[in-house]
């Protein structure tokens, strides 16, 4: 036992959290559903939501503080919410050197508390953030415009429960070598050779979270996690315009390690004005040996070339696809498609953007349709979902920021092509202020070049393409060859066809994307869960990692090797 697990709190923690870390390591080997987070509000008390909104609404208009992190006592803030809000919180002003010292400081404490104290800690900061759901979930919706019920789910528990999945992994593989063996070779008639060898998962280093816009939990706990439960100090830099919800994580990070008796500098923030150059700075500094990055691929490109002194996990752009062969279930695959097209009005890294559709029509259940008449049927059904404003409204949230509202407009204005659905305004009674906007649809050719420069490039937003190829054949090589080009989180098609399928599992298997097949149900090719689901491949351009493998945790730390003779 280290010393760190002999201390009272960490020994507690340890206790405490056991059957949740064993319960996790079998979820990744059983692959089944299981979570320790309840995903639905009312588990949270009658009043949860009603106190979450008050902490929340308590933040506004103040600093939020962490107390011990190095500064100057000058702060930044500045993040406006999508809804129409300003959130008028201030954060503590970052000093690069003053943060990096104090994190060197740290690390050699939580290095040698090894893998158990290091997943105990880990798991009471997920219970707290967890008992904190609804505040997390309102932090999240301002920030990024998610609805509250998906900000309450996927910025709330399913952000927990991959956080949960990079600590079980990290545990994993820090114990998949005995901490000592007895090594013992026969020398025939002389005395046999015999040693003692220690294995000691040594950390690489401080951690450099760099946070989204987006899905600031969802998308940086699995790094920040792997890495705190590895034994790296993590510098968490949020997306100037969603810091509130990372802050808060480090607010907490910060007060369990205090209790446990680590140094609290072990998770310390890095928030910034928006414009700000930090990220770059910070991720070239050689004292930054681990780098977990989400967002553009021109920073993403520019943090694998030029932080080399770091490993760097990278989640970038891509172009998913959805071919539409063949169903037996129309209806199923229309309501499907609509909701995945409109939920968080496509600001998802796994949203369809391009559905590809044979000119000589489609194969259902109600008889052969049309590419003309799936592209009708198809807006129909996202008319049909979104007719009410407020249904609407809490299924597309709110366009998190300009550049995604000007890909809208240029939709609407015909610059992408022909419109099979023109994208609408809806309001909110609720939040007057909120940018609001239904999916567009455009219809475009697979042959025509000016068509090829709007579906071949990402268009993130609620902008989708209805791209009419030559054939099966022709959409299985065109979704195949853009997951090869520009990368792809998730691929999907439907198709009663054997042969077909055949073609598509082989497509997705070469070119590195996971595929879903037939979705017609309440699972969606946008959506993944914990624990089961793996989140990108790693094995495209859209990202060198998966969520959540032993490969994203196995290289944030090394094995050293200490023997000697017994």
Not at 33 to 52: H, I, N
Not at 93 to 120: C, F, K, N, V
């Amino acid at each position: 036992m280290t010393a760190a697990a002999s201390h009272p709190v960490v020994a507690e923690l340890i206790e405490r959290h056991q059957a949740t870390l064993t319960s996790a390591l079998e979820a990744t080997r059983s692959r089944d559903y299981w979570s320790p987070y309840p995903e639905f509000a009312k588990a949270y008390g009658e009043t949860g939501q009603a106190d979450g909104q008050a902490a929340f609404e308590a933040l506004l208009g103040s600093p939020l503080t962490l107390e011990g992190q190095p500064g100057d006592g000058s702060t930044v803030g500045g993040e406006t919410s999508p809804y129409g809000i300003e959130l008028r919180v201030e954060y503590p002003r970052a000093d690069a050197d003053a943060l990096i010292t104090a994190m060197q400081a740290a690390r050699p404490a939580w290095a040698a508390a090894g893998p158990a104290a290091r997943a105990a800690v880990s798991l009471e900061i997920l219970a707290r953030i967890n008992a904190r759901s609804h505040e997390f979930a309102h932090a999240v919706m301002h920030t990024t415009g998610q609805a509250y019920g998906m900000a309450f789910q996927a910025g709330g528990p399913h952000a927990q429960d991959r956080g949960l999945e990079a600590v079980a992994y990290a545990y994993a593989e820090q114990t998949r070598l005995p901490e000592q063996a007895q090594w013992t070779k026969p020398q025939g008639k002389r005395d046999p050779l015999s040693m003692v060898k220690d294995f000691v998962p040594v950390p690489r280093g401080l951690a450099l979270l760099i946070g989204c816009n987006t899905f600031p939990t969802w998308n940086g706990y699995p790094g920040l996690f792997a890495s705190l439960a590895t034994g790296n100090p993590v510098l968490v830099k949020p997306h100037p315009r969603a810091t509130l919800p990372l802050a808060l994580t480090v607010q907490v990070a910060r007060e369990v390690l205090a209790e446990a008796g680590f140094d609290p500098n072990l998770v310390t923030l890095a928030a910034e004005h928006e414009g700000g150059t930090l990220a770059a700075t910070l991720a070239v500094r050689p004292e930054i040996r681990i780098i977990d990055y989400t967002g553009s691929t021109g920073f993403g490109d520019w943090l694998e070339e030029n932080a080399r002194q770091a490993l760097v996990y990278t989640e970038k752009a891509g172009l998913n696809s959805v071919v539409v062969e063949s169903t037996d279930n129309y209806r199923g695959m229309l309501a499907n498609l609509a909701f995945a097209l409109s939920l968080y009005s496509g600001q998802m890294c796994t949203t369809p953007q391009n559905v590809l559709i044979p000119r000589t029509g489609v194969r259902t259940d109600e008889g052969g349709k049309s590419y003309d008449e799936v592209a009708a049927d198809l807006a129909h059904a996202i008319e049909k979902l979104l007719g009410d404003d407020a249904r609407a409204a809490a299924i597309l949230g709110a366009v998190v920021n300009p550049a995604v509202l000007g890909r809208s407009v240029k939709a609407a204005g015909g610059e992408y092509g022909e419109l099979a659905l023109a994208p609408r305004v809806v309001t909110s009674e609720e939040f007057p202020g909120a940018t609001i906007r239904t999916p567009a649809l455009v219809k475009v050719d697979a042959d025509k070049p000016d068509d090829q420069a709007a579906f071949t490039g990402e268009c993130f937003g609620p902008v989708s393409f209805l791209v009419a190829v030559e054939s099966a054949g022709a959409a299985v090589e065109l979704l195949a060859r853009t997951v090869r080009e520009q990368g792809a989180m998730t691929a999907s098609a439907y198709t009663v066809d054997s042969e077909v399928e055949a073609a598509l599992v082989a497509a997705a298997l070469d070119s590195g994307v996971s595929l879903s097949l037939n979705l017609t149900g309440g699972v969606f090719p946008n959506q993944t869960a914990a624990f089961s689901d793996l989140h990108g491949t790693g094995a495209n351009p859209a990202a060198n990692a998966a969520y959540c493998d032993g490969a994203f945790v196995a290289s944030r730390f090394r094995t050293v090797e200490v023997r000697r003779h017994s």
